[in-house]
């Protein structure tokens, strides 16, 4: 139940005091427009850590692409 991890992980931070933003939304920037698109992060930490929460047996090449297409999206 990864949206319940995703809860009381963010409870736990908010709790730490280090705080989270959940579902933060990914913008494209291309020279010629910007897109608001369907990716999304699943827990940002202090503006700086980005959580992506998986509740599977083993990360497949699936889930770090997905990852490394929203890290590409968060750089300038």
Do not use: W
Not at 21 to 36: A, I
Not at 49 to 67: F, T
């Amino acid at each position: 139940m990864e949206s319940t991890h995703e809860v009381c992980l963010c409870h736990e931070l908010v709790c730490a005091a280090l705080g989270s933003n959940v579902k933060f939304h990914c913008r494209s920037n291309t020279k010629v427009l910007k897109l608001e698109c369907g990716y999304r992060l699943d827990v940002v930490v202090g503006d700086a850590v980005i959580l992506e929460l998986k509740c599977v047996e083993r990360v497949l090449p699936v889930h770090v692409a997905q990852v490394m297409t929203c890290l590409k999206m968060t750089v300038d």
